[in-house]
Each structure stands twice: as C-alpha cells, then as structure tokens.
Nanobody
Framework: QVQLVESGGGLAQAGGSLTLSCEVFGRTFSSYAMGWFRQAPGKEREFVAAINWIGRRTYYADSVKGRFTISRDNAKNTVYLQMNSLKPEDTAEYYC????????????????????WGQGTQVTVSS
C-alpha cells in the first residue's frame, strides 16, 4: 500500500520560512517524479513544484519561483519543499504527490499525472 506522509506545515509570518517534508512508503521512491501542489479555500488545486526521479530537473510555478525550492533524498524516501519569503497568498493546504509512471516527468504540473497523494499539511502565512 502506497502512503505519503507530510509534515512541517504551520503558521509563519510574511517574509518567514517553512520546510515541508513528505515521506513515501510502499513504492520504489527513486523511480518516480514527485510534485507539490496546494489548494486554498474555494480554489482549485494548483501546481507548486516538481522534481524528477533523480533530482536533477525541477520546475516551479511562476508564483513561487525564486522563493521555494524542491529537493529529494532518495535514501530517505523523502521529498522536501523549502519555502522562503512567504506571502499571505501562500496560505493553503499543501499536498505532495508521486507520478503514476516510472521514470516519467511528463505533464508534471497536471494533477491527473499523479497517482498517489498525501493527506495535506496546512500552511498559514500572516501579514
């Protein structure tokens, strides 16, 4: 059974930092690209960042580029999202996800390309 367990969310002030972690169980972690998405109340889930299976290619939404960094540690089956210079508009539930196909990085911003999702972790940024 594949399970993704997120941690690290919480409350931060504008300009502050948080680091999210997502540990994956029940899958050969190093064979799959990973993504982070977020969903604010009343809005659709949106792409934040993605990283390929060996961590050499990363992509970011324009809204977070230069502020967020996605990384992974395949020895720990864990993907991270370092979030700096946080803004109130970053407030959302954040989800990690693993792509459906092995060694694929196709349509990395498309939610339909991801087979398994974490339970979400709340990030709240106060102004």
């Amino acid at each position: 059974q594949v399970q993704l367990v997120e941690s690290g969310g919480g409350l931060a002030q504008a300009g502050g930092s948080l680091t999210l972690s997502c540990e994956v169980f029940g899958r050969t972690f190093s064979s799959y690209a990973m993504g982070w998405f977020r969903q604010a109340p009343g809005k659709e889930r949106e792409f934040v960042a993605a990283i390929n299976w060996i961590g050499r290619r990363t992509y970011y939404a324009d809204s977070v580029k230069g502020r967020f960094t996605i990384s992974r540690d395949n020895a720990k089956n864990t993907v991270y999202l370092q979030m700096n210079s946080l803004k109130p508009e970053d407030t959302a539930e954040y989800y990690c996800a693993t792509q459906t196909k092995v060694f694929s990085f196709a349509r990395f911003s498309d939610v339909d390309e991801y087979a398994y999702w974490g339970q979400g972790t709340q990030v709240t940024v106060s102004s």
